[in-house]
C-alpha cells in the first residue's frame, strides 16, 4: 500500500473546507464541518460508493401530512433530504453530507474512485 503518493487533490467546498486527495491507493477525506468523515479510505475497501443530490422525500412528506392529519395537530410539512456521499467501506455504510459543495466536481470525484475501485 502506497497512499502517500498524491496524484490529485480537489477542494468540494472552501468553507469549511471539504476536500478529497485522491492517492495511488485510495484518497484523503478531510472535512473540517464534521471530523467523523476524516480518514484513509482504501479504494481496496470500498464496496460501493454514490452521490445522491438534494431532493424532496415524497414518502416521507405525504406520511407526515398524513399523521398530522390523524393526531389533529394540523398539517406536516415537506422533507427534503440533504446532498450527500454514501459509501460501504470494509462493511460500514457512512453517509458525508455534502452540504454547499460542488456537486459537479463531487460527481466528477465520484467517477474516479469508481474507475479505481477493484472490480
Not at 475497501?45 to 454514490?50: A, C, L, N, Q, V
Not at 452521490?51 to 427534503?80: C, D, P, Q
Request: positive net charge.
Amino acid at each position: 500500500m502506497n497512499i502517500s503518493k498524491k496524484m490529485d487533490t480537489l477542494i468540494l467546498r472552501q468553507k469549511p473546507l471539504f476536500k478529497i486527495e485522491l492517492q495511488k491507493d485510495g484518497f484523503i477525506a478531510t472535512n473540517e464541518a464534521d471530523s467523523n468523515d476524516n480518514g484513509i479510505y482504501l479504494f481496496e475497501k470500498i464496496e460501493s460508493i454514490s452521490l445522491h443530490e438534494k431532493r424532496v422525500n415524497w414518502f416521507v412528506s405525504a406520511f407526515s401530512y398524513v399523521f398530522g392529519f390523524l393526531i389533529g395537530g394540523g398539517s406536516g410539512g415537506i422533507h427534503k433530504e440533504r446532498n450527500q456521499l454514501k459509501i460501504s467501506y470494509d462493511n460500514v455504510d457512512r453517509q458525508i453530507m455534502m452540504d454547499n459543495c460542488d456537486m459537479n466536481l463531487a460527481e466528477r470525484v465520484v467517477q474516479k474512485i469508481k474507475f479505481k475501485m477493484p472490480r
